[in-house]
Nanobody, 124 residues
Framework: QVQLVESGGGSVQAGGSLRLVCAAS????????MGWFRQAPGQEREGIAS???????TYVDSVKGRFTISQDNAKNTLYLRMNSLKPEDTAMYYC??????????????????WGQGTQVTVSS
């Protein structure tokens, strides 16, 4: 049984930093892609960062240069380091895993598993 469990969310002021963690169990980590999505109130869920099985990383423009996705294969853990946070980054953040790649993955194609989400709130 695959489980994705996020942690690390919280409340910060604009300009601050957070690191999200996704602990994956039961997932064939080395054969698929993993990534981060977010959903703000009243908005659709959007993919923001992904990492493919070959290490290819994709970011949406809104987080490029501020967020860094990384993984520790030995620990089956995915990270999202978020710097220079803005109020518009406020959302529920979800970890996802599946066979989609790159922009297809960020579009929600080929997602097989979702975490339960962790809330990030950025105040101005």
């Amino acid at each position: 049984q695959v489980q994705l469990v996020e942690s690390g969310g919280g409340s910060v002021q604009a300009g601050g930093s957070l690191r999200l963690v996704c602990a994956a169990s039961g997932y064939p980590y080395k054969n698929g892609s993993m990534g981060w999505f977010r959903q703000a109130p009243g908005q659709e869920r959007e993919g923001i960062a992904s990492i493919d099985s070959d290490g290819t990383i994709t970011y949406v423009d809104s987080v490029k240069g501020r967020f860094t996705i990384s993984q520790d294969n030995a620990k089956n853990t995915l990270y999202l380091r978020m710097n220079s946070l803005k109020p518009e980054d406020t959302a529920m953040y979800y970890c996802a895993a599946g066979n989609g790649r790159g922009w297809f993955f960020l579009a929600g194609i080929g997602i097989d598993y979702w975490g339960q989400g962790t809330q990030v709130t950025v105040s101005s």
